[in-house]
């Protein structure tokens, strides 16, 4: 992949600073084990940033910043599935995994289980993501689904994939 056009930031609210680190972490209430997160800092706010996380347990390491800022990047060609609620909801061979999600292409859900959700959230790097709530025999998985419809050039290779969480399990 070649360079972003646009250079990462610091993710300090209203700080515009070229970002050299990255402050990988985990949420263990919100996220399974596996999961990473990435905010991004510059040498200014490396130290806030960090005790922030820290301080609530959820700082995993911090790295020197690398283009792009992720834990892990791959292209898989070997058979993905989610599931949840017992059903199968995406399965794929074209798997694109960014910081240990897989991202499956928008085609390879089975049947009519996305529901649109009005929930969004920003990612550094990435930029913004929307949301979907699954819908499986009569039950709801509230914004188990996430997608980045117009990401930053950084992530142009996950543009309308969609990641699953929540419980889904992908294998």
Request: aromatic share 8%; net charge negative; glycine share 6%.
């Amino acid at each position: 992949m070649t360079p972003p056009d646009e250079s990462p930031v610091c993710s300090a609210k209203g700080c515009r600073a070229p970002a050299r680190w990255a402050l990988v972490w985990n949420n263990p209430r919100l996220h399974t084990p596996d999961r990473e997160k990435v905010w991004t800092a510059c040498d200014a706010h490396r130290p806030t940033l960090s005790d922030h996380l820290a301080a609530r347990s959820f700082l995993r390491r911090v790295d020197p910043l690398a283009h792009p800022p992720v834990a892990g990047r791959a292209h898989d060609r070997s058979m993905t599935t989610a599931r949840w609620n017992g059903t199968v909801i995406a399965e794929s061979d074209d798997i694109v995994t960014v910081e240990g999600n897989a991202y499956f292409p928008r085609e390879s859900v089975v049947g009519d289980v996305l529901r649109p959700s009005a929930t969004t959230s920003h990612c550094p790097w990435k930029g913004e993501a929307s949301y979907f709530s699954l819908e499986v025999d009569g039950k709801t998985n509230t914004d188990a689904v996430w997608t980045y419809d117009a990401p930053k050039d950084a992530a142009a290779e996950i543009t309308g994939r969609l990641a699953f969480w929540k419980g889904v399990e992908v294998s």
